[in-house]
């Protein structure tokens, strides 16, 4: 019997740490003994997903025997006609963290540097790193992008940029003309990833809208999902848009059937229902001014956030809030585990979620 692995792992993995998402539901319960808990740690819709798509997922329940179509054509199509691009510029993946994947897979070599910022979305270093590339970290500037500080960045060993838009996890955006600007700036032989996970939940005029600059810029990549505002967190599906060229590239290295049949055709469905994802983008307003107001009057901060969450600086170990939090039944994020030790980072959840998540953060904070 052999009691020790001595089996090497690749060089590059050696040094990565294993994903932390935010504790499940029942995860709390069982630990802490608790009947009632709300999570509001990962950013997810609180109310939940598109009746098309329940719809659609009960139709198709009589497909699980057979296999999905290895490219989504008919979601593509959908998506193509919805967003006003090309269908080959479209690649589906198992969440648009996939699509992440694929990239550093298909264009990152070893020694290749992948510029990022610090602090942002945790994948796509890992991403990079799998692959033998090198991570340049550029600090933010009042938890946004510095893209000057990124175009410095940029040498002869640049393969990729990476832009979280909004940033996840301060939730800030950076503006139209600093961001078509920078577009503009990045040589065409760096692929510049703008990931735009929380697009929908954008209020702002001043917000650039990317996809009409792709036909122009072959080196722009577009990340989205059906995660958030449209709540299929659970099926994994999220897409890229892009050159027809990388695309193909893409479609190289992905596994053959990526997206299962269920997540197909809820997300045909969600894209149907405009309705309610524009009620989501309202209630996350709302709620997210309450928990805006609610914060300013208990003598905190917080970033800005154009997301459905928000980052709250604490002037306190955020690891003890999160832990002391989790004993009143509220998951939220520490943000130990997101580069700002000193804050917590909250999803905007339902109103009456919201509400209980300020009188535990009140009692915690009191005590």
């Known amino acids: 019997m052999h009691t020790k692995n001595s089996i090497p792992t690749r060089r590059e ?22 009947q009632d808990v709300i999570k509001l740690a990962s950013n997810e819709n609180p109310n ?19 296999y999905p179509e290895s490219t989504a054509p008919e979601l593509t199509q959908k998506l193509a006609s919805k967003l006003g691009v090309d269908q080959a510029c479209i690649i589906t993946g198992n969440g648009s963290d ?29 991403n990079v790193q799998i692959e033998g590339g090198v991570t340049v970290t550029v600090p933010l500037i009042d938890g946004a992008h510095d893209l000057e500080g990124m175009l410095r960045a940029i040498n002869h060993r640049t393969r990729m940029i990476f832009v979280c838009n909004p940033n996840n996890p301060t939730g800030t955006i ?27 939940y954008v209020q702002d005029s001043d917000y650039l809208q990317t996809l009409p600059h792709l036909h122009q810029y072959a080196n722009l990549v577009v990340l989205r999902t059906f995660s958030k505002i449209h709540g299929l967190a659970a099926l994994r599906i999220g897409y890229g848009i892009m050159h027809p060229s990388l695309v193909q590239s893409l479609m190289k290295v992905k596994e053959p059937f990526n997206t299962n049949r269920l ?24 709620g997210r001014t309450y928990l805006q107001q609610e914060i300013t009057r208990i003598g905190l901060t917080h970033f800005p956030s154009h997301a459905n969450f928000l980052m709250i600086h ?4 955020g690891n003890d809030v999160f832990q002391a939090l989790l004993a009143e039944g509220v998951i939220v994020r520490s943000g130990s585990l997101l580069g700002y030790p000193e804050t917590i980072r ?22």
């Open 98 to 126: 996939e699509i992440i994947h694929l990239l550093t897979r298909s264009y990152i070599r070893a020694g290749d540097e992948a510029i990022m910022a610090d602090v942002t979305f945790s994948r796509y270093e890992t």
């Open 13 to 34: 993995i050696e040094h990565i740490g294993i994903y932390t998402p935010g504790k499940p539901v029942e995860e709390v319960k069982r630990e802490l003994g608790l």
């Open 263 to 286: 997540a197909q055709a809820a997300a045909i469905a969600a894209l149907d229902d405009t309705e309610f994802v524009n009620s989501c983008a309202r209630l996350n307003d709302e």
């Open 346 to 367: 909250v999803s905007i959840g339902t109103m009456e979620e919201n509400t209980a998540f300020i009188q535990a953060l009140e009692k915690v904070l009191g005590a």
């Open 314 to 317: 604490l002037n306190r170990s």
């Open 174 to 200: 950076v503006g139209e003309q600093e961001l078509f600007s920078f577009i503009q700036k990045v040589p065409p032989h760096v692929i510049l990833v703008i990931d735009e996970a929380y697009y929908e």
């Open 48 to 66: 939940g997903c598109s009746p098309l798509a329940k719809e659609a997922i009960i139709l198709e329940l009589s497909h699980t025997a057979l």
